[in-house]
């Protein structure tokens, strides 16, 4: 095929000169240059996925409170649990998909006063990781169900 666009370029140069040939590049350049455009225009993503872009954010900030060996505020981030986006034992649910100023999650991380922030006592997530969670919390808040966990499986303070 490179053979036969450069005998094809050849051939406009010789068949109807240098001016030909530079026309032609000229708009094969600014075709080139409109499909670049267009691409730039499109969104990067349609929403951010879970397990590449929001479960290395919850391993790294939130799961040595919310993981497997503690669940503190009876939540636990490292699998779906119930807790997620239903009501359990009378505790709302951490995530509202579709809506982030619903998702005590999303809350907590942009709030800006310290004993409510999350995750405590570290510093705030930075703001690309809050735009990923507030992009994947607002497309939906798709989690995946494969490791899923039911209320049996989530221990219980002793307080």
Known sequence: MQAAVLADLLGTQFDHG?????ERNSTIGGMIAAGLF??????LSAAPDFERDVRPILAAHCY?????????GALRLDLHSPR???SVRGREPVLVAGDVE????????VSTDAEERMPLEQAPLSAAQ???????IEAGAAWPTSATADAATLTTHWA
């Open 102 to 109: 619903q998702s005590p999650l999303y809350q907590r991380v």
């Open 130 to 136: 809050v735009d990923l969670l507030q992009r994947w």
């Open 38 to 43: 267009a691409l730039a225009q499109e969104p």
């Open 84 to 86: 997620l986006f239903e």
């Open 64 to 72: 040595s409170c919310h993981g497997e060996q503690r669940q503190r």
């Open 18 to 22: 240098a001016e030909a040939l530079h």
